[in-house]
């Protein structure tokens, strides 16, 4: 596609459930990255993958999150057993390899309740 | 010294003023530099990229870097309410990471 697709955009998720959030980056771009923004707050780095691996997974927040990326292309944020302070919007980017900056998508946006 | 640093703001300038937004960065970060404008509920949106000494314009906005003394800033002339946003600063950290500032939020007045 055009631009970096995220779903669900919205997620609202009872407290102690999996949730599952898909990145499809820009064609052809080979790194990825998920970031988290908690309300009023910058970005948190989480993961970056360059190709299908993940050279960097220092930034996930606890052994409840987990990602995975195949075929270069879709990525998956899953984080299980969430909390309420999991609630937050993870945006997903992608970009070519290199420091040419990156073309973030529309972020979902997940609420623990 | 945080590797990436904003003031958080919020900056007021009014319309059609000349808005500037500063970065400061640590040596940690290399030399490559990006300004990205977040709207309100919305995600982050790649506006300018600066790799070399001194300024680069690109329609109402230029960015300036300066190694020396370990600034990039962001100018916008003309300023319109629409330009009211979070800007972020983010540097290049070598391999693959990026590091961001908190962002710096801007306020037009019309």
């Known amino acids: 596609g055009a631009g970096v697709s995220q779903s669900p955009s919205n997620k609202v998720t009872e407290k102690g459930k999996d949730v599952e959030l898909r990145c499809d980056p820009i064609s052809g771009h080979t790194a990825l990255y998920w970031y988290r923004q908690s309300l009023g707050q910058g970005l948190e780095f989480l993961i970056y993958f360059q190709g299908n691996s993940a050279p960097d997974k220092s930034g996930l927040p606890s052994d409840r999150f987990s990602a995975e990326r195949t075929g270069g292309s879709v990525s998956t944020l899953t984080i299980q057993r969430t909390q309420q302070e999991d609630s937050a919007v993870y945006l997903c980017?992608?970009?070519?390899?290199?420091?040419?900056?990156?073309?973030f998508g529309s972020g979902t946006r997940l609420t623990v309740v | 010294q945080k590797e990436v640093e904003q003031n958080s703001g919020p900056l007021s300038v009014p319309e059609g003023a000349i808005a500037s937004l500063n970065c400061t960065y640590s040596d940690r970060v290399s030399q490559s530099f990006f300004w990205y404008r977040q709207y309100s509920g919305k995600s982050p949106e790649l506006i300018m990229s600066i790799y070399s000494n001194g300024d680069k314009e690109d329609g109402r906005f230029t960015a300036q870097l300066n190694k020396a003394s370990q600034y990039v800033s962001l100018l916008i002339r003309d300023s319109q309410p629409s330009d009211s946003a979070t800007y972020l600063c983010?540097?290049?950290?070598?391999?693959?990471?990026?590091?961001f500032g908190t962002g710096t939020r801007l306020k037009v007045l019309a």
């Open positions: 983010a540097a290049w950290a070598g391999t693959y990471k990026y590091i």
């Open positions: 980017a992608s970009g070519p390899t290199g420091f040419y900056g990156y073309t």
